[in-house]
């Protein structure tokens, strides 16, 4: 697992030799009272980004640290989280502009003895700055995805890269969640000394029984997403036309809720323009990712752009279901092809029909991948783990160093 930062430590190496106090490590029993980290986020969606920050609200008690959430777009984390009730803050903005939540948050900060401050957004970057030049607290921004092409809005992108840039001048760390997005912040000036990489993680669940699924004529393919233009929900409907075309049994479903009702109408105009409504099918948002996903044959992620680390990749790979999915960014850092899955190159319909073929031409070729995508999250990418080194990163932080 790579939790490395050139011109810092080997963070991974530092982390697996830690000595145990009951299911403590020692720098975490040390403390009489854990140290409080305020994490400020949006909290209006519920997907990749804001699973990290649920695993982390989860799991940091156990490596020494109390985890708290500052919402200020509050709407499907808090309700989704499932977190206590103590964990989460409520501080709306009204707009970008809106800084009033700046000085709720200082007061927030100064009657609960917090420690340290995690933003997770360029919005939250900004305010997190402004409340630790109030508070003189030491600050960590943690980078989940590529902010200059975090979607296909041009101007917005803009804006969010300048905020960012902006904010994190006084920040003390930076946490990128891929070697890929490291590589993106120092192109824009980041210093290797605040840069580490933490990849996420996610929990073990049941994983699928490949075996028991070798005489199946059917492939059932899934996108589980936040759909919006980025993910190639495009690309996907036009691969589908073409194996529905030469007879191929493969059906996919949609799994997730969409970014806009007007994003939403052009998909399933296009469903009914490509005449695949029989193959594709809209199941909307759920709260049980996992249990979506033990329910594919792969998960099919075509993105664009835009992919730090998928958490729902990792899903999968806990899952044991292989991925087919576009060489985009941090997602072949996860996914060897041929390996755990498949890699197709981005935009390209006939390229990804080519990989869902291969996949589909062999169940016991499946079969395999099933097992390797288990091994691989077990190694590599468990929530522990994220926890782990995430907590480590604070402990240096704090201690100056």
């Not at 009730?85 to 007061?107: A, C, H, N, T």
């Not at 995690?118 to 919005?123: E, G, S």
């Not at 891929?178 to 210093?191: C, I, N, Q, T």
């Amino acid at each position: 697992m790579r939790l490395t930062s050139p011109g810092l430590i080997n963070v991974d190496a530092a982390i697996a030799p830690l000595a145990m106090i009951g299911d403590l490590p020692l720098y975490a029993a040390a403390k009489l009272e854990l140290p409080t980290v305020l994490h400020v986020i949006n909290g209006e969606h519920f997907s990749g980004a804001e699973r990290v920050q649920q695993l982390l609200g989860k799991r940091l008690g156990e490596f020494g640290f109390d985890a708290r959430f500052a919402c200020v777009k509050p709407d499907r984390f808090p309700k989704l989280c499932g977190l206590s009730e103590q964990q989460i803050i409520e501080s709306p903005m009204r707009g970008r502009f809106d800084l009033r939540v700046v000085s709720q948050l200082v007061k927030y900060v100064r009657e609960h003895s917090v420690a340290l401050l995690h933003a997770h957004t360029p919005r939250t970057a900004m305010i997190t700055s402004l409340v630790a030049l109030r508070t003189q607290i030491p600050w960590i921004y943690h980078v989940h995805s590529p902010t200059a092409r975090d979607s296909t809005r041009g101007l917005v992108n803009r804006v969010n890269s300048w905020f960012e840039r902006y904010a994190i001048c006084n920040c003390d760390r930076l946490i990128t969640v891929s070697e890929s997005l490291a590589h993106e912040m120092r192109r824009v000036g980041v210093a290797d000394r605040q840069l580490v990489t933490v990849p996420n993680g996610v929990p073990a669940i049941e994983p699928i029984d490949a075996r028991a699924r070798l005489q199946n004529p059917e492939w059932r393919l899934g996108i589980v997403a936040l759909m919006r233009p980025r993910k190639g929900i495009e690309v996907a409907l036009q691969a589908m036309k073409q194996l529905k075309s030469v007879g191929k049994q493969v059906k996919l479903q949609l799994i997730g809720g969409f970014e806009t009702d007007v994003y939403q109408h052009q998909i399933m105009k296009l469903i009914e323009e490509l005449q695949v409504h029989d193959v594709v099918e809209w199941t909307g948002f759920t709260s049980d990712v996992p249990g979506a996903i033990r329910k594919l044959d792969a998960l099919l992620l075509p993105s664009l752009f835009g992919e730090g680390m998928p958490m729902v990749v990792l899903e999968a790979l806990a899952a044991a279901v292989p991925v087919v999915a576009s060489r985009v960014e941090g997602t072949p850092e996860v996914i060897r092809d041929g390996v755990e899955g498949l890699l197709s190159e981005p935009r390209n319909v006939e390229d990804l029909v080519a990989k869902v073929k291969e996949l589909t031409a062999d169940r016991e070729c499946w079969a395999a991948m099933s097992a390797r995508a288990l091994v691989r999250h077990r190694e590599q990418y468990s929530d522990e783990r994220m926890a782990q080194g995430v907590a480590f990163v604070y402990d240096r932080v704090l201690a100056n160093g």
